[in-house]
């Protein structure tokens, strides 16, 4: 075999460009094995330099069934890669493999994909091709006992992949096509809205002194008496409160009405909101 035909083969079996096959197969002296190591170790480095990078481009899948469904983020540089056919390949595959692992990345990382290799070398391998740095973000399975999962996807790139996702969790005592679409618009109303909790007393402390700390910012130099600065402080840390918590939002479908409203006019006193998870690309 000419060394022009190992190049093509080692081009073929691993992915690199001509210009790091050619280079390998010399390094090598013809032996397309050892080629093979010496590209799985440039890829290395390769990879560990990239990952200096800002990678806030990618895409969001979704895996699972009505019970359990899982979200992943896999972050890039820039959304020309994001529609790449390699990268969403490797999405799809370890979109599946997160929902089996319950979003548990420690054990994710370590998963074998179909080719035998660990999530850990395919992404290693796949940024040495692609030529940009990679990251597995966040994840989350939501799997309560007794409850159905609604999904909504916002810019859709393929399939179950896009760039903001949301999963949300009812549980009710008999399934109607009532409570079916209010769970297709409440994932709706969550993607749109951008809720932290369910309920304001959720709110986790950090995030309500965060927002005190600006709100008192704000009003350090407005020249109001005490008195009025601390009324008008208190006030708009109540908005924060009801503005970022699920139930007291204005629903998306009708302003007029809060989250709370509409699941009361549905009149199902079984049905309960138990959870969700959103997931939006730059976010």
């Not at 990678?55 to 469904?69: D, F, H, L, P, R």
């Not at 989350?140 to 999904?151: A, C, F, I, P, Q």
Request: proline share 1%; hydrophobic share 35%; charged share 30%.
């Amino acid at each position: 075999m000419s060394d022009i035909e190992k190049v093509k083969q080692l081009r073929q079996s691993t992915g690199a460009g001509f210009k790091d096959c050619k280079q390998a197969i010399e390094e090598s002296k013809g032996d397309i094995q050892k080629a093979v190591e010496i590209l799985r170790v440039k890829g290395i480095s390769k990879a560990s330099k990239k990952m200096s990078r800002q990678a806030n481009e990618g895409v969001v899948a979704i895996s699972g069934n009505i019970n359990k469904t899982s979200l992943i983020e896999i972050n890039c540089e820039t959304d020309f890669v994001a529609k790449n056919d390699d990268f969403i390949n490797f999405v799809k595959e370890i979109s599946v493999i997160n929902d089996e692992c319950n979003s548990v990345l420690e054990k994710l990382n370590k998963s074998k994909m179909k080719n035998n290799k660990s999530v850990e070398e395919n992404l290693i391998n796949l940024i040495a091709k692609i030529g940009e740095k990679i990251t597995i973000g966040r994840a989350r399975t939501l799997n309560s006992e007794g409850v159905k999962n609604y999904k909504y996807l916002h810019t859709i790139v393929k399939d179950n992949i896009s760039k903001l996702a949301v999963i949300v969790s009812l549980k009710f005592k008999k399934e109607s096509g009532e409570i079916n679409l209010f769970g297709k618009h409440l994932s709706m109303h969550i993607a749109a809205s951008n809720p932290i909790t369910i309920l304001q007393e959720n709110i986790e402390k950090k995030i309500l002194q965060k927002e005190q700390e600006l709100i008192s910012e704000e009003l350090k130099n407005s020249g109001k008496p005490k008195e009025i600065s601390d009324k008008i402080s208190i006030g708009k840390l109540n908005k924060f409160k009801e503005e970022n918590s699920l139930m007291t939002q204005n629903w998306v479908m009708d302003p007029k009405k809060k989250v709370k409203d509409v699941l009361k006019e549905l009149n199902i006193p079984e049905l309960k909101i138990v959870d969700f998870y959103r997931i939006k690309i730059g976010e």
